[in-house]
């Protein structure tokens, strides 16, 4: 009866209605998309500039509560608007004619990126092959400029900005008891004076391709972590006021980086694969590919009743061992057209099945956008097209992607590898089998109603999973972080003060 009731839940028009909802998909997909998206990073940040402004409040009165208020909002701003409107800016200027080319570097727009399939950056090459040489240098200019912009601001100008702030304001209050008239105002003319020593960047010599390293630079979250954060904390560490503060911040900023990139993906992890009864299968996916899989399965469906096993067949194809011995056949990860049709007469498969098959691969290389390969095949397009079923057809599958990746990979200047596509085509394959696993479990047959329940369970449990993640976050950032990093101070010196005006009071 327990279960019945769970299973009840997601059957329930409203509910439905709700998960049906564009927008909320909409949001629900960016909540979810912790890697890339500004909405979870925007929410988890509200949670920690109100957590750690009260902790500081506790311990230092008004005058860390200002200074927390400051630090993390301008920073927040910083982080989530200013560098990305500052790389937008600076695009534009080196795409303009004149400036890095006589016709403009357009290009300076394209993925760096690259594998076996994919190559944005290859065709924009040949398309102009007078780029090469400057591309490169350009892209990574763009890239150390806007972090050392947003470094420098947040790491030196601001902390030395509400120290100024924080002396300006003792002082007023120390003369005001002393019954004297408050002196200076804070200006934006002494703010710049007294943040205008710039410290020397430099950068080595290295011998790695400079087109992956703006690739990894510009795309990859961790080296963004270990580049662009690591910066920020040492300006944050240089400009301490003593070795107290020093300490909490050198304990404060690099623990609160985990829990920021890596505490709730983990935390949905272990929610997702190991405590829900779905294993992952049903909320891997995001909702708005779940969405655009339940129209189309429903649509291929119509108002058919197929039993799981049924259903599964028709969804996912058959023929598991002629994979199996054409896939035993390669030893690598990307074949040709041609070796696969070889492979295929080898094994004396049928002309007509080898015929379809055949016609499924060409279509997945005719759907690719220019910058990929119109030869070579991955392993997982392979078993697509001898497998058959619904959910296998090649212009479904492009799709699909398509919707999964916010139209990157069909972008000619952008880079999907096709490995990332393989996971989200093995998504897309275990979701399906979440919807005969749902009709088992509710004892039904597979409908299109069956098919909606199962898209309204994955949109409420995977957004459910991801605010748990984000709870635990938020927690540790907020809360635990600051009195721990208070509780260190209090154990190395003794006393409970805030350490960073322990000299100008």
Not at 58 to 63: E, V
Not at 173 to 201: A, G, R
Not at 213 to 223: C, D, Q
Not at 332 to 342: F, G, M, Q, T, W
Request: charged share 25%; with cysteine.
């Amino acid at each position: 009866m327990v279960k019945a009731k769970v299973m009840n839940i997601f059957a329930n028009k409203t509910i439905q209605n709700i998960a049906n909802n564009s927008t909320v998909q909409k949001i629900a997909s960016q909540m979810c998309n912790y890697k890339d998206a500004i909405l979870p990073v925007a929410m988890l940040e509200t949670t920690v500039i109100a957590g750690r402004s009260y902790q500081a409040y506790k311990r230092g009165g008004k005058t860390e509560c200002r200074e927390r208020l400051i630090d993390e909002t301008v920073t927040a701003i910083v982080w989530l608007q200013i560098i990305s409107w500052l790389n937008k800016g600076l695009e534009a200027v080196i795409k303009r004619p004149h400036i890095f080319s006589q016709k403009g570097l357009p290009e300076i727009s394209t993925d760096f990126g690259s594998d076996a399939i994919r190559n944005p950056l290859k065709r924009a090459i040949n398309a102009r092959p007078e780029i090469e040489k400057v591309i490169g240098g350009v892209k990574l200019s763009k890239i150390a400029m806007s972090a050392l912009v947003g470094i420098y601001f947040s790491g030196v100008m601001l902390p030395k900005f509400y120290q100024n702030l924080t002396r300006k304001i003792l002082k007023k209050e120390k003369e005001e008891k002393e019954n004297k008239l408050p002196t200076n105002h804070i200006s934006m003319d002494e703010f710049l004076k007294q943040t205008s020593k710039n410290k020397n960047v430099s950068f080595g010599n290295s011998t790695v391709n400079i087109h992956a390293i703006a690739h990894i630079l510009e795309t990859n979250p961790i080296a963004k972590l270990l580049t662009i954060d690591a910066g920020l904390f040492a300006g944050r560490a240089y400009n301490a006021r003593n070795n107290d503060e020093r300490t909490e911040i050198l304990f404060r900023d690099p623990v609160s980086s985990f829990f920021y990139m890596g505490c709730t993906p983990i935390m949905y992890s272990l929610l997702s694969k190991y405590l829900d009864k779905f294993k992952g299968k049903n909320t891997d996916l995001d909702p708005n590919t779940a969405n655009y899989v339940t129209e189309y399965l429903q649509g291929k469906l119509k108002d058919q009743k197929l039993n799981p096993q049924e259903f599964l067949k028709a969804a996912c194809g058959e023929n598991e061992s002629l994979v199996k011995q054409v896939l035993a056949a390669f030893d690598r990860e990307v074949i040709s057209l041609n070796d696969a049709k070889l492979v295929l007469q080898k094994l004396n498969v049928n002309p007509e099945q080898t015929t379809a098959i055949m016609d499924r691969l060409q279509t997945f290389i005719n759907l690719r956008p220019q910058c990929a390969s119109k030869d070579l095949l991955t392993r997982s397009e392979i078993t697509n097209a001898i497998k058959g079923g619904y959910i296998n057809d090649p212009a479904f599958l492009t799709k699909a992607v398509e919707v999964s990746t916010r139209g990157a990979s069909q972008d000619a200047t952008r880079f999907v590898s096709f490995k990332r596509i393989d996971s989200i085509k093995e998504n897309i394959k275990r979701y399906t089998e979440s919807i005969a696993t749902y009709a088992e479990k509710a004892g039904q047959n597979i409908s299109s109603d069956i098919i909606k329940q199962t898209k309204t369970r994955n949109l409420f449990v995977k957004v459910g999973y991801t605010l748990a993640g984000m709870a635990v976050s938020s927690l540790f950032l907020s809360t635990l972080i600051p009195k721990l990093q208070y509780k260190i101070t209090e154990w190395r010196t003794g006393n409970k003060e805030f350490p960073g005006i322990k000299d100008i009071k």
